[in-house]
């Protein structure tokens, strides 16, 4: 079993940034692909980014492109969102995922591990 624990959401203004970080426990770090889906109210959950265990490949949704970036530090077993240039609709529950194996796309089913959430409000 993975544990995976979210931290960094808090309430900032628009144009701020934020870093999020997922610090995952209980197995091996190694192989899994991790991501990042955020949920906000009324809508869909929706993939927001993933990286490699490698750290070579990474994907984003087309509304975060060139503002948010996923970085992974294998040695400390964690992952990280950094959040550029925040708009008010970015303003969602963040979620940690993780999945061993290939690249599971942007279907939640496809993850097999799931943090809490952590909660990110951008103000106008």
């Known amino acids: 079993q993975v544990h995976l624990v979210e931290s960094g959401g808090g309430l900032v203004q628009a144009g701020d940034s934020l870093r999020l970080s997922c610090a995952a426990s209980?197995?091996?770090?190694?192989?899994?692909?991790m991501g990042w889906f955020r949920q906000a109210p009324g809508k869909e959950r929706e993939l927001v980014a993933t990286i490699t265990w490698s750290g070579r490949n990474t994907d984003y949704a087309d509304s975060v492109k060139d503002r948010f970036t996923i970085s992974r530090d294998n040695a400390e077993n964690t992952v990280y969102l950094q959040m550029n240039s925040l708009k008010p609709e970015d303003t969602a529950v963040y979620y940690c995922?993780?999945?061993?194996?290939?690249?599971?796309?942007?279907?939640?089913?496809?993850?097999?591990?799931w943090g809490q959430g952590t909660q990110v409000t951008v103000s106008s």
């Open positions: 995922v993780a999945r061993l194996g290939v690249r599971g796309g942007p279907l939640p089913q496809r993850y097999d591990y």
């Open positions: 209980g197995r091996t770090f190694s192989g899994y692909v």
